[in-house]
């Protein structure tokens, strides 16, 4: 049994994927061919911005938002602890402080009270926080209206990490709408993966896209004319030409993983586990399936002697992570994110998973607490 199943979702779409890929061998137009400016421009349209520009990965695509908006050495960005190490990463290696706010222990993201409470925090330092990341969540965006509408009234840039989003929605808009910018992610595990690394950032700012169209390429504006100091950051042909046959079968494929959730959420509504809530309104693309279990090593431990793989995403917040202990957090200023950290577990998911082996995984947990 596949945790993410590439394989049979490469077996579907073979025969197109191949002819994509071979296209792209004969044409000889390997960096920015026109399968790029294509993806680009149904992306953007996809998810209603003006502008979508390729690039090398999710990572890359928040650096170079966070750069193109002169966000520094002496700025301030308050972001969430509960999320991969690359959404903090990149504030850091722009010289930024990373400024982390604890999360809702039912969506497991963001919400307005406590990035307020994390500015607060800031201001009373001498912080200067100048931007708000966030993080959309296994599938799920964060509180992003209200959070667009709380960066506003504080002067702040709201920049939404995208990267396990893309298809989901917030109150009837997109994810990757909202803010001054977005990033997503194309790495393979993703609801849209490519066959490699890969991402796409999003705005309907003209010159802060211009800006970071330059920056994606070494800070050009034009051929040999630097402008900026920037990043070799290149969405590839290739992936971009894999990715225009998957985005073709992208919204059936949204609509199959709410099935498979559905009937996670049926078979298993009425054991001691608590699933991640879906506000009203919202839309998730279910990028994994994410439970809360106070036995999840016992559990984890017993799916895997039943051939039932699973994954922890994260075991670790980021602010008990080595990379970011001279912030100075310790252990007990974030509770919930500590405690999801100890009790998520992730299960099977993805388009292909069929009926008969999502009802095995089901039948195997309620068999675990005795049922």
Known sequence: ?????????????????????????????????????????????????????????????????????????????????????????????????????????????????????????????????????????????????????????????????????????AQGRPSGSFGIAAATSFFPAKPLGGYGDGGMIFTSNFELYERMKALRVHGQTERYQHRYIGFNARLDTFQAALLLVKFKYFPAEIEQRQIVAKRYRQGLKDLPLSFQEVPAGYLSTYAQFTVCVRERDALQAYLKKRGIPTAIYYPKPLHLQPAFEDLGYQKGDFPVAESLAQNVISLPMHPFLSAIKQDFIIKSIRKFYGD
């Open 1 to 169: 049994m596949e945790f993410i199943d590439l394989k049979t979702q490469y077996q579907t779409y073979q025969e197109e994927l191949e002819a994509a890929a071979l296209r792209v061998l004969r044409s000889g137009r390997y960096i920015l061919g026109p399968e790029v400016a294509e993806l680009e421009g149904k992306l953007a349209r996809f998810v209603k911005r003006k502008y979508a520009l390729g690039v090398s990965s999710g990572t890359d695509g928040l650096l170079i938002i966070l750069t193109a908006l002169g966000i520094g050495p002496g700025d301030a960005v308050i972001t969430t602890p509960f999320t991969f190490a690359a959404t903090a990463e990149v504030i850091r290696r722009c010289g930024a402080q990373v400024v982390f706010a604890d999360i809702s222990e039912k969506t497991m993201t963001l919400t307005p009270m406590k990035v307020k409470e994390a500015l607060q925090k800031a201001k009373r330092e001498g912080l200067l926080p100048k931007a708000i990341l966030a993080v959309g969540l296994f599938g799920l965006p964060a509180y992003l209206p209200e959070l667009e509408e709380l960066a506003s009234s504080e002067g702040l840039f709201l920049i939404e990490d995208a990267c396990q989003s893309l298809g989901a929605m």
